[in-house]
T-cell receptor, first 113, second 114 residues
Framework: GDSVTQMEGPVTLSEEAFLTINCTYTATGYPSLFWYVQYPGEGLQLLLKATKADDKGSNKGFEATYRKETTSFHLEKGSVQVSDSAVYFCALRSGGSNYKLTFGKGTLLTVNP | NAGVTQTPKFQVLKTGQSMTLQCAQDMNHEYMSWYRQDPGMGLRLIHYSVGAGITDQGEVPNGYNVSRSTTEDFPLRLLSAAPSQTSVYFC?????????????FGQGTRLTVV
């Protein structure tokens, strides 16, 4: 079945540091890939997505590129801020399975001033 | 713009009690799902629905029931609460039609079973 493996945290960075959170996946067909973010005490919200190979999703300075050859969708940001402190989830929907999101276990990011 | 609304936000139950977690969405989405979030486990799918009158089991359905009598509402019922059901529960909805559609999540219900 589908699965998502992401870098386990917690990750602690200083403000303006470079961020990478690794995510790899296993899926049948050609999945759509997502990064969701969960701020403290809140539900999940979509950060970015990519729907086909070599697509780059971007939002709020975060980027991730859909790499079919390495089955990866790593999240990056060039300069993190304290307000980026949150839990980040990588997720996928495999083709034809519109209603099932498969999540990674989440990565807690803490950014210190 | 309400989106997905879950009630209650917090709940404490005694072992063996039953309760219903409510979920409502105002976006006319076909698809709705319930997840539970546990430390180190990510989000796991409990039950889902692809439209009114249609439900199916997810990854961890035991101990939970759902129904979908309207497009807007998708309640989750705990029949006889157990400490293993202590968790944070999230309801999500999304439009149908393509695998790349965004899922919208509620704020969550934190349930403790003692």
């Amino acid at each position: 079945g589908d699965s998502v493996t992401q870098m386990e945290g917690p990750v602690t960075l200083s403000e303006e540091a470079f961020l990478t959170i690794n995510c790899t996946y296993t899926a049948t067909g050609y999945p759509s890939l997502f990064w969701y973010v969960q701020y403290p005490g809140e539900g999940l919200q979509l950060l970015l997505k990519a729907t086909k190979a070599d697509d780059k999703g971007s939002n709020k300075g975060f980027e991730a590129t859909y790499r079919k050859e390495t089955t990866s969708f790593h999240l990056e940001k060039g300069s993190v801020q304290v307000s980026d402190s949150a839990v980040y989830f990588c997720a996928l929907r495999s083709g034809g399975s519109n209603y099932k999101l498969t999540f990674g276990k989440g990565t807690l990011l803490t950014v210190n001033p | 713009n309400a989106g997905v609304t879950q009630t209650p936000k917090f709940q404490v139950l005694k072992t063996g009690q039953s309760m219903t977690l409510q979920c409502a969405q105002d976006m006319n989405h076909e698809y709705m799902s319930w997840y539970r979030q546990d430390p180190g486990m990510g989000l796991r799918l409990i039950h889902y629905s692809v439209g009114a009158g249609i439900t199916d089991q997810g990854e961890v359905p035991n101990g939970y029931n759902v129904s979908r009598s309207t497009t807007e509402d998708f309640p989750l019922r705990l029949l006889s609460a157990a400490p293993s059901q202590t968790s944070v529960y999230f309801c999500a909805s999304s439009a149908g039609g393509a695998g790349n559609t965004e899922a919208f999540f509620g704020q969550g219900t934190r349930l403790t079973v003692v």
